[in-house]
């Protein structure tokens, strides 16, 4: 979970604070990237099931365990397997989590081995090793075909750089995120004057225009919900060809200046 920073020593100070404390910072601000799991429900898996996810509580600078300095390091989309997971693991009470992360696009949670010597004593019997391994093999089954963004049902692939599972509608988004990137590396270092002689770069906006049209005409309503702040309708009228072509360089121009950035902010 990412609570933005205005200045380094504020990022510094911040990475510091306890997964709780960040939890709780993140609650209040509703600052979030699109990709983290809400502060929602980290608090609530928090408050559910503290001596699992006791390193929550730990300052990340004095402790061995990643948990402290990561948390839950998975999308919002995953939050009902972690739960049930959570639930399920927590009926022993001498687990707790050390790391519970993405990685190739499944969820891969590390807990405290039997017999380590910072992990407390065993208070009652702990949970058999083969019920403890079909808790985590099947959220991890599960995690590898829910898209880890909205929790709909998605595909796990190579995307780019990175393995990722995404449902179609948020395959679409990361390819309007894409184009808001590729309309600023167009335009970099161009100023009005420049822009309007420079036909290639006007070509190059109104394709990204156009594929963003095409992506927001995609969203299914529970999408554009959880994207409030998104003008949908006008971002839709993109997609007709007449529409960006007959555009006027100065409309290209504020688009690319003005609307794109804050655009491809959002999507994050």
């Given at each position: 979970m990412k609570v933005a920073g205005s200045t380094y020593d504020e990022l510094v100070a911040l990475r510091e604070k306890t997964v709780h404390e960040r939890a709780k910072l993140a609650a209040a601000s509703g600052d979030r990237s699109r990709l983290d799991m809400t502060a929602a429900h980290v608090l609530s898996l928090l408050e559910r099931f503290p001596t699992l996810y006791r390193e929550a509580w730990s300052t990340p600078s004095n402790a061995a365990r990643p948990f402290a300095r990561d948390g839950f390091d998975v999308g919002d989309?995953?939050?009902?397997?972690?739960?049930?997971?959570?639930?399920?693991?927590?009926?022993?009470?001498?687990?707790?989590?050390?790391?519970?992360?993405?990685?190739?696009?499944?969820?891969?949670?590390?807990l405290t081995p039997p017999g380590d010597a910072a992990a407390p004593a065993p208070t009652v019997a702990g949970m058999p090793g083969e019920e403890l391994d079909r808790a985590i093999d099947e959220a991890e089954e599960e995690s590898g075909r829910t898209c880890m963004v909205c929790?709909?049902?998605?595909?796990?692939?190579?995307?780019?750089?990175?393995?990722?599972?995404?449902?179609?509608?948020?395959?679409?988004?990361?390819?309007?995120?894409?184009?808001?990137r590729r309309v600023a590396e167009r335009t970099?270092?161009?100023?009005?004057?420049?822009?309007?002689?420079?036909?290639?770069?006007?070509?190059?906006?109104?394709?990204?225009?156009?594929?963003?049209?095409?992506?927001?005409?995609?969203?299914?309503?529970?999408?554009?919900?959880?994207?409030?702040?998104?003008?949908?309708?006008?971002?839709?009228?993109?997609?007709?060809?007449?529409?960006?072509?007959?555009?006027?360089?100065?409309?290209?121009?504020?688009?690319?200046?003005?609307?794109?950035?804050?655009?491809?902010?959002?999507?994050?």
């Open positions: 989309g995953w939050f009902g397997i972690v739960e049930r997971m959570s639930a399920r693991l927590a009926a022993d009470p001498n687990l707790h989590v050390d790391q519970l992360k993405e990685q190739w696009g499944r969820l891969a949670v590390y929790g709909e049902p998605g595909t796990n692939e190579k995307r780019g750089r990175w393995v990722t599972v995404l449902c179609g509608p948020c395959v679409q988004l990361f390819d309007m995120a894409e184009a808001c970099k270092d161009l100023d009005f004057a420049a822009f309007s002689a420079n036909e290639i770069a006007q070509d190059a906006v109104r394709l990204a225009m156009a594929s963003i049209g095409h992506a927001a005409a995609g969203q299914p309503p529970g999408s554009r919900a959880r994207l409030p702040g998104i003008g949908w309708e006008r971002l839709e009228q993109f997609k007709e060809a007449r529409t960006v072509k007959g555009m006027p360089v100065d409309d290209l121009w504020r688009f690319a200046i003005e609307e794109a950035p804050g655009l491809g902010r959002k999507l994050r």
